[in-house]
């Protein structure tokens, strides 16, 4: 019988590891910057073409290669960056494991130029799918620029489950923005196809953050610096008025490298508890520095999933930090005695093991031990590491539930049973509204409660769907215009949208290199102040990007649908009443929210009957 394993061909093996490596464009990007700070470059330049898509180009200044080593890169697990596998468990580099460039050049036309500061002349290389085309001396200057050219063309399946260029282009911004801010000592250009779109000189982080975030946040960053044995911590968090419905200005680095942890943003969401809405997530620039020996970064090829040796002490320190941080800036009522006292008895033992390496002297305070549970010390009581781990246990007492997703709530489902037209309110029907939140009425069979706000949800849907092909609303001119800053993946949203948005009644036009000037709202519906409403709207937008089944008009009914409808809450009189569900009930689906809840439910009289049996 003929043998059937066998080794695959270098080019399948590299396409199979672009898989995981090059998910989309901005895999790219995230590959290609790293490389140049591993290389020691202090100026990048990024120019992107059609999000990506068609070019990602990366010059920088940094050692460069020599003939040998520009070919070498290319192989599978190539690498400089490590030499043997201890130096796995203390990586300083964000590269290591040599397969980013093999997997670009197997789905890509890739072209490198590359001289060190110490030869004459450079060396360009061109790869087609992983195929070499040239290898070549060239004169160039020092450093390196790589373009990496119509990716996925040798594989167009692949290129098809690429999204929109605005999708793709706002997963550039967010990598670009994650490297800017954990090298502020880099100077950073990002250039689209006709603009300079950042410009980020050498600074320190606060000048950083406000570049690449927008100068709207110059007031509501909050310094953050917290030094323990188990970790460092220092950056920026923001007030809870700065708080937004959608993740996205969320950065938590360990190492100067930009990662993905649910359990260490859930001990922020915590720290910032009753001070923002359940449903809206802070703004946080967080650093954390820990021992590389105790970090393991070769989790997954992107390398933003990092294991901890010491992740609860981690959580419970950083819950602390942020909650001290936003005691003593006033935003907060001062964090309780057990926060404070666990930060001070962790910075008392670095203090005295900076001293004395071999012990650790802690203090906890005589007063309230005993009701604490905190074992009692005096100054000369000589305590080792298991002392700060007992502390932690303490404060672990308060903190063993369930850490909550907030993308994986489940919502409550409302038994709905839907109702036949002709049990619908007939026009002599009364309609009361309840608690300022339901409609009741009688109906034929039975009694029927009407959410108000998911009733005006689907009027206001349906209407803005037709508004957008009718291009019939009114406007009103504003006597003072508003001119509104926007972040760079919120101007590229609001490009898209506007043309929309000027169809129910907005006036805007671009303002400068990232506003927009608002000269005329809608007159029919109640805007309010119209920077906040159209920073609320995006919000919104924003959040339901990440559902398939929305199409782009739908997603923008949805979003000014949800904005504009009556809230839970408010009085609504007669005739209002009257004239919401009239219009309900002549909408094509009058069963439903745009979002998929029930819209009204029904009792009827036998049901009504049982419960006075």
Partial sequence: MQDIVHLLPESVANQIAAGEVVQRPSSVVKELLENAIDAGARNIKLIIKESGKTLVQVIDDGTGMSETDARMCFERHATSKIHKAADLFNIQTLGFRGEAMASIASVS?????????????????????????????????????????????NIPVRKNFLKSNNVEYNHIINCFQQIALANTDVKFILAGEREEIFHLPKGNLRNRVIGV????????????????????????????????????????????????????????????????????????????????????????????????????????????????????????PTFDFEQEAFLNNLQTIANNKSKEDSVLNVDVGRKDSSERGIPKSDSSTKSTEQDWKELMKILEIKDETTVKNKETEEIEQINFIETETEDMPNPDSKLIQVHQKYIFTPIHSGIMLIHQQYAHQRVLYEDFLQSFSLKNKSSQKQLFPEVIEFSESDFQIMQEIEPLLASVGFITEVFGKRAYVVNGIPVHYQIGNPEQFIESLIEEYKNNL????????????????????????????????????????????????????????????????????
């Fill in 109 to 153: 036309s890739i072209e490198l130029k590359t001289k060190r500061s110490t030869d004459e002349l450079g060396t360009l290389i061109m790869i087609e799918g992983g195929v070499l085309k040239s290898h070549e001396p060239i004169a160039c200057q020092d450093g390196t620029c790589v373009s990496v050219k119509n990716l996925f063309f």
């Fill in 546 to 613: 990440g559902a398939e089944e929305l199409g782009f008009k739908e997603n923008l009914a949805q979003s000014l649908a949800i904005k504009l409808a009556v809230k839970v809450g408010e009085h609504m009189e007669k005739e209002e009443i009257n004239m919401l569900i009239d219009q309900l009930f002549a909408c094509k689906n009058p069963y439903y929210s745009p979002k998929g809840k029930p819209i009204f439910l029904k009792i009827n009289n036998s049901e009504l009957d049982k419960k006075f049996e």
């Fill in 213 to 332: 975030l927008g100068k709207k946040h110059e007031q509501t960053f909050l310094p953050l610096t917290e030094n323990t044995p188990i970790v460092k911590i220092s950056g920026f968090i923001g007030k809870p008025s700065s708080a937004r419905k959608t993740r996205g200005e969320q950065f938590l680095f360990v190492n100067n490298r930009f990662i993905k942890n649910p359990y260490f943003n859930h001990a922020i969401y915590s720290a910032f508890e009753e001070l923002i809405p359940n449903d809206h997530f802070p703004l946080y620039v967080l650093f954390l520095e820990v021992d590389p020996s105790k970090v393991d970064v070769n989790v997954h090829p992107t390398k933003t999933e990092v294991k901890f040796e010491d992740e609860k002490g981690i959580y419970l320190i950083l819950k602390a930090s942020v909650k001290k941080s936003l005691g003593q800036h006033h935003v907060a």
